[in-house]
C-alpha cells in the first residue's frame, strides 16, 4: 500500500526529488538541514552578543556618557554582561557536548 499525503499538505516540500514519495532519506536531509539551520543561528546569536558587549564597552570608555550616568547604569551593564557571557558560554557548552556525543 502506498502512503500518500494530503493534497497541498505542508509536508510536501519534503520530498525534494518530487517522485511523489517521501523517503527515510528524504527525512534525514531535512533533519540534518534543520540542525545545520540551528546552529546557525546559534552562532550568530552568540556573535551578536559579542558584539553587543564590546559595542558597550567602547560606548562605554568614550566620553559620550557622564560618571554620573555610568553610576547609574552599573548595575543594568553589569546584568548586561553576565547575561551576554551566559548566551556566549551556553554556546560553547553545547557545542562542547554535541562534539563530546559524536565520538
Ligand atoms: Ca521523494
Given at each position: ?10 509536508f510536501?516540500v519534503l520530498d ?6 517521501v523517503?527515510?532519506?528524504e527525512?534525514?536531509?531535512v ?73
Amino acid at each position: 500500500m502506498v502512503k500518500k499525503l494530503e493534497p497541498k499538505s505542508e509536508f510536501e516540500v519534503l520530498d525534494i526529488d518530487g517522485d511523489g514519495v517521501v523517503s527515510d532519506q528524504e527525512l534525514r536531509a531535512v533533519e540534518a538541514l534543520d540542525a545545520h539551520d540551528k546552529q546557525y543561528h546559534q552562532t550568530r546569536l552568540s556573535y551578536c552578543a559579542m558584539i553587543a558587549m564590546l559595542t558597550l564597552t567602547m560606548i562605554a570608555v568614550l566620553p559620550v556618557l557622564s560618571m554620573e550616568k555610568l553610576k547609574i547604569l552599573d548595575g543594568l551593564f553589569s546584568i548586561f554582561f553576565i547575561t551576554m557571557g551566559g548566551i556566549i558560554a551556553a554556546y560553547f557548552g553545547a557545542q562542547a557536548f554535541v562534539q563530546r556525543g559524536k565520538k
